[in-house]
């Protein structure tokens, strides 16, 4: 097998993704993913050309390309490819690849979950319950987007990292966290739609951090940080956190009960994707001078929580962006052609 075959599309172990996904093309695909994956676990390459459908089939796709057997425990490596449309669930499908491919002209489109108008009109009562439930999916959505893709944003923060200490004095603030100096670097990357995703993360971030330091105080009274306490623990940490944001609020305030499911996910997914139980439980000084101690991990911890505002950004509104910008988001590894005049950070995975 080539040296580059974890990284380049393979037409001869190949699944084609188009039109609609929904349990027809699940059904249609399965023989055809069961064999490629029976004698072999050579890299499997995903043709997506689709405007979207279930995100439930999108993972049993994943799940099925991922498959092992008894006697080969071994998983295929997934090369995704927008060819050349890639929207809604099919862009989160993209985006699990283990090497996401996109080309110039590809079409690339991510938001929330969404139901039909008429579900919902027809669900009566139940129309506002999804209402008041859907920022806690968006949550669920984003830590899952996050997951996939985590690694590719690191590669753009080391990618950038060493021209932090220059934007401070360009930028005249040499008191300028690399976080913000990123975020400003990060604005100038992007195309017009895409900024606008960053606008919408800024405050998520802020408010993300807002949540943390609830956290934290609790974690402060000493308690040994089991995964039930935890949890516990980011409950009310939720709770105080809307109820301290909310005041001011008009009398009609219903006590923000989806806001507070949606922190609480968040904070979930925010403590188990980065497994910060021990970080967070730790004083900052005791972490710079432990056994094992791993500044890099440290570091990267503060962007890890920009990257989830990012991804949760994504959920609200139509957001059509480029595949450069795709890149600079760390939702894609690379695109195919480099585009003229565009500086790409280049890939992820290789």
Excluded at 68 to 96: G, H, K, Q
Excluded at 125 to 131: S, V
């Amino acid at each position: 097998m080539p040296d580059d075959a974890d990284f380049t599309p393979n037409p001869d172990r190949a699944i084609s993704v188009e039109g609609r996904l929904n349990e027809a093309l699940l059904e249609r695909l399965r023989p055809q993913i069961l064999e490629l994956t029976s004698g072999s676990r050579e890299p499997i390459t995903v043709f997506i050309d689709s405007r979207g459908g279930s995100s439930e089939v999108g993972e049993s796709l994943l799940s099925l390309l991922r498959r092992t057997t008894e006697d080969d425990l071994r998983v295929s490596r997934i090369i995704t490819v927008a060819a050349p449309r890639a929207a809604s669930a099919a862009a989160n499908l993209l985006s699990a690849g283990d090497f996401a491919i996109a080309y110039p002209e590809s079409t690339l489109l991510y938001h929330g979950g969404r139901w039909p108008l008429s579900d919902l009109v027809s669900a009566g009562e139940a129309g506002g319950l999804y209402a008041q439930t859907l920022p806690t999916f968006h949550e669920i959505n984003a830590a899952k987007l996050a997951r996939n893709s985590i690694r590719r944003f690191r590669f753009i923060v080391s990618a950038v990292r060493s021209s932090f200490a220059q934007h401070r004095p360009d930028e005249g603030d040499p008191s300028l966290a690399d976080v913000q100096a990123f975020e400003e670097i990060l604005r100038t990357k992007l195309s017009p739609r895409a900024q606008k995703v960053l606008e919408r993360a800024i405050p998520l971030w802020h408010g993300y951090n807002g949540l943390l330091l609830q956290v934290e105080k609790r974690l402060r009274r000493g308690r040994t940080a089991t995964k039930a306490y935890l949890q516990k623990l980011m409950l009310h940490a939720s709770m105080d956190f809307e109820y301290e944001s909310s005041k001011g609020q008009p009398a009609s305030w219903d006590g923000g009960l989806s806001k507070i499911s949606g922190h609480f996910y968040f904070l979930n997914a925010y403590f188990d994707s980065a497994t910060l139980c021990e970080w967070v439980a730790a004083r900052p000084a005791e972490r710079d001078h432990s056994a094992g101690a791993d500044p890099e991990a440290d570091y990267f911890l503060q962007f890890h929580l920009f990257f989830l505002a990012l991804c949760r950004a994504l959920q609200d509104g139509e957001n059509q962006i480029t595949p450069a910008d795709a890149v600079w988001l760390g939702l894609i590894d690379t695109v195919r052609e480099d585009l003229p005049g565009r500086e790409i950070p280049g890939s992820a995975g290789s």
